[in-house]
T-cell receptor
Framework: AQTVTQSQPEMSVQEAETVTLSCTYDTSENNYYLFWYKQPPSRQMILVIRQEAYKQQNATENRFSVNFQKAAKSFSLKISDSQLGDTAMYFCAFMREGNNDMRFGAGTRLTVKP | GAVVSQHPSRVICKSGTSVKIECRSLDFQATTMFWYRQFPKQSLMLMATSNEGSKATYEQGVEKDKFLINHASLTLSTLTVTSAHPEDSSFYIC??????????FGPGTRLLVL
């Protein structure tokens, strides 16, 4: 079974600063997808970024980037130039290729302080 | 594109009654839909996976007679909580997939059983 671990229950960062959220996972699969989702107070799940395991290049989406270390099974999220609107719960998720079954970490509550 | 809706967004019911929650993919055909449950300040827990026209696959520990899932078309899945009790109160989220690479989440339904 695949497990996803987020070891930081809560994080805070000053506005305009950079913060990194950690995620590790355990799998014996070689092909899979990794995701970071944002869940603001509205509780709508919003896809932040996605990484295909077969791609060595780290995914980036504007201020959001990942550090994907496949051998270490690590998938951290870096948020640059943090904004107040980034305050939310962030979930790391794993999905095995061809399965479509997504497993989530426990989440990290990020607070961006003015 | 890839919008998923849920209805109702919030429901309050009496203990012993049944509640139906609808999940619709508005602008794409969803080959697979998923139902999650989220307790306060916790992560999403997968309840079941449904493919159009076939029986849902339930996760271990989820009572299939309690949580009835119907996936009658490529754009609609329903979750019926039968004979609801206060312990069934939770936030229920659906997601839909049109390929095997990602899921798109609905806005969730808050269920309160009195």
């Amino acid at each position: 079974a695949q497990t996803v671990t987020q070891s930081q229950p809560e994080m805070s960062v000053q506005e305009a600063e950079t913060v990194t959220l950690s995620c590790t996972y355990d799998t014996s699969e070689n092909n899979y997808y990794l995701f970071w989702y944002k869940q603001p107070p509205s509780r709508q799940m919003i896809l932040v970024i996605r990484q295909e395991a077969y791609k060595q290049q780290n995914a980036t989406e504007n201020r959001f980037s990942v550090n994907f270390q496949k051998a270490a099974k690590s998938f951290s999220l870096k948020i640059s130039d943090s904004q107040l609107g980034d305050t939310a719960m962030y979930f790391c998720a794993f999905m095995r290729e061809g399965n479509n079954d997504m497993r989530f970490g426990a989440g990290t509550r990020l607070t961006v302080k003015p | 594109g890839a919008v998923v809706s849920q209805h109702p967004s919030r429901v309050i019911c009496k203990s012993g009654t049944s509640v139906k929650i609808e999940c619709r993919s508005l602008d794409f055909q969803a080959t697979t839909m998923f139902w999650y449950r989220q307790f306060p300040k916790q992560s999403l827990m997968l309840m079941a996976t449904s493919n159009e026209g076939s029986k849902a696959t339930y996760e271990q520990g989820v009572e299939k007679d309690k949580f009835l899932i119907n996936h009658a078309s490529l754009t609609l899945s329903t979750l019926t909580v039968t004979s609801a009790h206060p312990e069934d109160s939770s936030f229920y989220i659906c997601s839909a997939s049109r390929d095997r690479r990602s899921q798109y989440f609905g806005p969730g339904t808050r269920l309160l059983v009195l």
